[in-house]
């Protein structure tokens, strides 16, 4: 896979990370995961972008915020993932493949649970993590 944008370079950083990989083996979706897919479980997804202009053009810039989302089958299992990922990412910076990472920063994390009514299926723990990553086009 060749890692030519800021989603498979947060891929690329997420599953080549040993700490992860150890927790989810290649378990990181974009956007969604199956409902019913093995747990623990990352699922990551943009929530905004903005690119840097000067008054005639754009520089190559960009700001976006993106949330990651740690599933897991319990509560402790949910913020043992989310802290293995906040290590992976927070203050991250470098080239992945043609991606020119500035920097990744933290900005936000919450709790959250999803509550399915079918008795047959486990609760799970979410843990989300908002960062704001600025790289280069």
């Known amino acids: 896979m ?5 989603e498979k370079a947060i891929y690329y950083i997420l599953a080549n990370n040993g700490g992860v990989k150890a927790l989810v083996v ?3 979706y974009p956007t969604v995961a199956s409902q019913l897919g093995t747990l623990p479980l990352i699922v990551y997804q943009q929530i905004s972008g903005r ?5 005639t053009e754009s520089v190559g810039l960009v700001e976006s915020r993106y949330q990651v989302d740690c599933w897991a089958t ?3 299992g949910a913020q043992a993932l ?8 927070d203050n991250h910076s470098g080239t992945t493949g ?3 990472i500035e920097v990744i920063h933290l900005i936000n994390e919450m709790d959250g649970i999803a509550n399915i009514a079918d ?3 486990a ?3 979410r843990r989300l993590l908002e960062f704001i990553i600025w790289f280069q086009e």
Not at 82 to 89: I, M, Q, S
């Open 51 to 55: 690119r840097e202009h000067t008054m």
């Open 98 to 100: 043609t991606v020119k």
């Open 26 to 28: 290649k378990r990181i």
């Open 123 to 125: 609760r799970r723990y």
């Open 119 to 121: 008795a047959k299926i």
């Open 74 to 76: 319990t509560y402790t």
């Open 82 to 89: 989310a802290k293995t990922v906040r290590v992976a990412l």
């Open 2 to 6: 060749a890692v030519d944008t800021i």
